[in-house]
T-cell receptor
């Protein structure tokens, strides 16, 4: 069965610093991979996704993620954090050949940005 | 477009009462999802509809939970009778594609349910 592990339930960075949120997955085949963001008291919003093709994926708000098959990872990065990036971030995996392709979410990583 | 609309935003009820959560998906979207979010279990898919038909309800916890989608613009999630362990945030999401798992899902703001 697929699973997603997000390393670190809470990450704190200073404004302007690099953001790195880690995500590792387990899947018997290369899956589809997603990052969603949840701002306080709101629903989730898609940041970016990888399905096929280029392994470096660019998303909204300056975020990007790289699919590394050899490391079974899909880490999320942003070169310079902004106060407005403070939110909870969810990595998710989907494999249409397993479990009908439903999204399996990680436990989430809460990002804090210090002034 | 107004996005996915959920009501109520907050619901407080007593154990044993019936609870009905409502969702209006984005117009033109073919797929609708109900999720539950708790601290202990994270975000879980409860049920998935495509063209108003339930496709996957394997995540529905037990018979106390039921979901309907009578038309393309409305869905309900009902809990009867409710229990304290049902306390959670319930999200509705919709998606344009028929094979929707890999398509972008648009989430509503959620309903925060507290069962006393």
């Amino acid at each position: 069965a697929q699973s997603v592990t997000q390393l670190g339930s809470h990450v704190s960075v200073s404004e302007g610093a690099l953001v790195l949120l880690r995500c590792n997955y387990s899947s018997s085949v290369p899956p589809y991979l997603f990052w969603y963001v949840q701002y306080p008291n709101q629903g989730l919003q898609l940041l970016l996704k990888y399905t096929t093709g280029a392994t470096l994926v660019k998303g909204i708000n300056g975020f990007e993620a790289e699919f590394k098959k050899s490391e079974t990872s899909f880490h999320l990065t942003k070169p310079s954090a902004h106060m407005s990036d403070a939110a909870e971030y969810f990595c998710a995996v989907s494999d249409p050949r397993n479990q009908g392709g439903k999204l399996i979410f990680g436990q989430g990583t809460e990002l804090s940005v210090k002034p | 477009d107004a996005g996915v609309i959920q009501s109520p935003r907050h619901e407080v009820t007593e154990m044993g009462q019936e609870v009905t959560l409502r969702c209006k998906p984005i117009s033109g979207h073919n797929s609708l999802f109900w999720y539950r979010q708790t601290m202990m279990r994270g975000l879980e898919l409860l049920i998935y509809f495509n063209n108003n038909v339930p496709i996957d309800d394997s995540g529905m916890p037990e018979d106390r939970f039921s979901a309907k989608m009578p038309n393309a613009s409305f869905s309900t999630l009902k809990i009867q009778p409710s229990e304290p362990r049902d306390s959670a945030v319930y999200f509705c999401a919709s998606s344009l594609a028929e094979f929707a798992y890999t398509d972008t899902q648009y989430f509503g703001p959620g309903t925060r349910l507290t069962v006393l």
